[in-house]
């Protein structure tokens, strides 16, 4: 497999956004698409997230950018699907004991995101059942968090993305 690049990863973030600003989102698509594809080798190669302590928001983000592309196509299932592929890969991603903490704590504040996506989703388009999925996924992510002994809500410095604050008030960047 070949290495993350930074570099390839926002200029196919750029060329994407360019064309969904122009409405192509086919062409748009296909390049969140390789955006996402060189986010998933940060998901699959845990030795990266020392380096990448942001893997889980690059790859929320290309996600999320899917997800727009899919709403200008009007491709509900889509959508859906790229909602649901961030949020169960940044769980298992949050879940591996190989991540460093930093890592950890944005991948949790990661999910509050696409849990919001997802909630959101579930409104807009599950009809009269969208209450019942919505609670139950919160549920499920309330669960989830505790596990994690709610790291999501740990405060930031709001100096920088990411940053950490620790009981002892030290914040590590």
């Given at each position: 497999?070949a290495?993350f690049?930074l570099?390839?990863?926002?200029t196919?973030s750029a060329?994407g956004?360019?064309f969904?600003r122009?409405?192509d989102?086919?062409q748009?698509?296909?390049?969140?698409?390789?955006?996402?594809s060189?986010?998933?080798?940060l998901?699959d190669?845990?030795?990266?997230?020392?380096?990448?302590?942001?893997s889980?928001?690059l790859y929320?983000t290309?996600?999320?950018?899917?997800?727009?592309?899919?709403?200008?196509?009007?491709?509900?299932?889509?959508?859906h699907?790229?909602?649901?592929?961030a949020?169960?890969?940044?769980q298992q991603?949050?879940?591996?004991d190989?991540?460093?903490?930093?890592?950890?704590v944005?991948?949790?504040?990661?999910?509050?995101?696409?849990l919001v996506g997802?909630?959101?989703f579930?409104?807009?388009h599950q009809?009269?059942?969208?209450?019942v999925?919505?609670?139950?996924?919160?549920?499920?992510?309330?669960?989830?968090?505790?596990?994690?002994?709610?790291k999501?809500l740990?405060?930031?410095?709001?100096?920088?993305?990411?940053?950490?604050?620790?009981?002892n008030?030290?914040?590590?960047?």
């Amino acid at each position: 497999m070949a290495a993350f690049s930074l570099d390839l990863w926002q200029t196919l973030s750029a060329q994407g956004q360019h064309f969904l600003r122009q409405g192509d989102t086919r062409q748009a698509e296909i390049f969140y698409k390789l955006a996402l594809s060189e986010a998933q080798k940060l998901i699959d190669d845990l030795s990266l997230s020392a380096e990448y302590e942001h893997s889980a928001r690059l790859y929320m983000t290309a996600c999320h950018n899917l997800v727009n592309t899919s709403k200008g196509q009007g491709d509900v299932d889509a959508e859906h699907y790229y909602l649901q592929l961030a949020h169960a890969q940044l769980q298992q991603f949050a879940d591996n004991d190989a991540l460093t903490e930093l890592t950890r704590v944005t991948s949790l504040k990661m999910l509050d995101v696409t849990l919001v996506g997802l909630l959101e989703f579930h409104q807009q388009h599950q009809g009269q059942h969208w209450q019942v999925l919505s609670d139950a996924l919160v549920d499920e992510h309330v669960a989830y968090m505790a596990k994690h002994q709610d790291k999501n809500l740990a405060p930031s410095c709001e100096q920088c993305e990411g940053c950490q604050h620790h009981p002892n008030n030290v914040t590590v960047h």
